[in-house]
């Protein structure tokens, strides 16, 4: 029962720190209006790639505790920078056009 418990807690931290990770990668980085959830719901799949890999590295070569966050960053990045989806030029300036209209409009 303690090794089940050993490897639920970890695991379902690390989804949770995953989606918080993309979520701040949403408000940074990129215009998610038209997909907003897609950014928390790639940081919980980089979350779980993150402890898959971890898991493996600690089982073959011990490593340490300290290594599964920065691995979850990683694998967020990853996903959601270099190789996650791309968002066309012209639908990026169109997001940013009617943000800055519906800016506009509130003053």
Same mark, same amino acid.
């Given at each position: 029962?303690?090794?089940? +418990? ?9 989804? $949770? ?13 990129? @215009?998610? $209006?038209?997909? @907003? ?16 890999? +971890? ?5 073959? #070569?011990?490593? @340490? ?10 694998? #967020? ?10 968002? $066309? ?19």
């Amino acid at each position: 029962m303690q090794d089940l +418990h050993a490897l639920w807690l970890p695991l379902a931290m690390a989804m $949770s720190f995953g989606a918080f990770t993309g979520s701040l990668f949403r408000l940074s980085r990129r @215009p998610g $209006s038209e997909r @907003p959830f897609m950014f928390p719901v790639l940081g919980l799949l980089g979350g779980l790639t993150a402890f898959l890999i +971890h898991q493996v590295l600690a089982w073959t #070569v011990g490593a @340490p505790t300290w290594l599964l966050p920065i691995l979850v960053v990683l694998q #967020v990045w990853l996903w959601l920078g270099p190789l996650g989806p791309k968002i $066309s030029r012209q639908r990026a300036e169109q997001a940013a056009d009617r943000a800055d209209g519906d800016a506009g409009a509130g003053r």
